[in-house]
C-alpha cells in the first residue's frame, strides 16, 4: 500500500508543481493585460508565501482534527478554487488573494508528503522521486506556458485550465489512498506523532523556531528558494533585458532550468545518501554559485541556457537532501510544524526574490 501511497503523493506533486513553475513564463503577459508594473505582478509571490505561513500555522492542528487525506483535501481545494479564479480573468487583487490559497495547499501538500516520503526506508531516495515528480511539471510548465503564448496566442489565464484539471484528478486518487493511513498506525506511532496539550497554532510554531534544526534549516531553505525563485521566475526578464534575447524563446530557459532540477533529484539523491547528504549539499552549493556567476560574466545566451540549466542540476537533489536531515533530526511531535515552518520560510524567500531584482533591474536601467 506504501508503494501506491507514494504514487499518489508523487501525482499530487506534479501536478502541484505546474501550478507553481509557470508563474515566471507568464508574469509579462500578466504585465501586458492588466497594464501592471514590475513590482505589482511580483505580488502575486507574496500572496503565495502568505499562504505558505497561514499553513506551518495552521496544518498541525488541522491534520489533529481532520487527519491526513482530510487535511491534503483541504488544500487541493483550495488550489482547485485559486485556479478556477484565474481562469475566469479575476480582477489582480483578487489573483493576488487566490495565490494565497493556492500557496496554502501547495505548502500542505508538501509538508505532508515530505513526512510519508521521509518515514519510508531510504527516506532521501524517495524524497527525490517526490521532489523531483515537482520538477517535471515544473519543467514542462514554462514549456507549456510559453507555447500557449507564443504559439496559440491564447489568454494567460487558460493556462491554468490544465493545473486545474490535474489537481481535481489527483484530489479523488488521495483521498482514497490516505483515507485510512491514521487507523493503519500503532496506537504508540500515532500518540508520538501528535503533541498532547491545548497549544495555540501560533504558539506551536514559535516553539518549532526555537529548535535549533527548525531555525537554521528555516534560514538555508529562505535562501535556497528565494535563489530557485530568482533563477526560474526572473531569468527570463535577465535574458531578454540585459542580454538582448527573445521572449518567445526566453520562456523555455526556465524549462532548462527545471530539467535540471529534475534530472539532480532523480539521479543524484541516491548517490548523495550514500556519499552524505550534509556533504553533498555543500559540494552542490559551491558548483551551483559557481555556474551562477558564470551567466553573470559571459554575455552569451546559449552559455546563459547551459549555465542555468547545470545550476539547476546542482540545486535539484539540495532540497530532498536536506529534508532527510531535518526529519532525522526532529522528534515526530515537531515534524509537521517544524517542515511546515521551513517550508513556509523558503516561501518568504521566493516571495522576497522579485523585490530584490526590481532595485537591480531598475539600477541597470539607468
Known sequence: MNRFRLLVVCALNLGNGMV?????????????????????????FVGQSIGFVLSAVLLEHSRAKLGRAKTIALG???????????????????????FILIGYGLAASVAMGNIFCGGLRNSTSHLGLFHGSYGIRGTTGPLIATAMMTITRTIWSRFYLIP????????????????????????????????????SAILGMARALKT????LGALFIFAYQGAEV???????????NARGGDPSSAGYVSSGFWAGITLGRFLLSGPAQRIGEKRFVCFSTIMALLFQVLVWVVPHIVTNAVAVSIVGLMLGPIYPCCAAVFLRA???SERLSGKATISASGSLGGAMAPFWAIPAEEKRDE
Open 20 to 44: 507553481d513553475s509557470a508563474a515566471g513564463a507568464l508574469i509579462p503577459y500578466m504585465e501586458k493585460y492588466y497594464d501592471i508594473e514590475y513590482g505589482v505582478v511580483s505580488l502575486i
Open 76 to 98: 487541493q481545494i483550495l488550489i482547485i478554487l485559486g485556479c478556477i479564479s484565474l481562469v475566469c480573468n479575476a480582477p489582480w487583487v483578487v489573483n493576488v488573494l487566490s
Open 164 to 199: 486545474l484539471g490535474f489537481s481535481v484528478f489527483t484530489l479523488g486518487g488521495f483521498l482514497w489512498a490516505f483515507w485510512n493511513f491514521e487507523k493503519e498506525q500503532s496506537p504508540a506511532a500515532r500518540a508520538a506523532e501528535f503533541p498532547v496539550g491545548t497549544e
Open 212 to 215: 535549533r534544526t527548525v531555525l
Open 230 to 240: 530568482s533563477i526560474s521566475g526572473w531569468v527570463i526578464f535577465f535574458l531578454i
Open 330 to 332: 526532529l522528534a515526530r
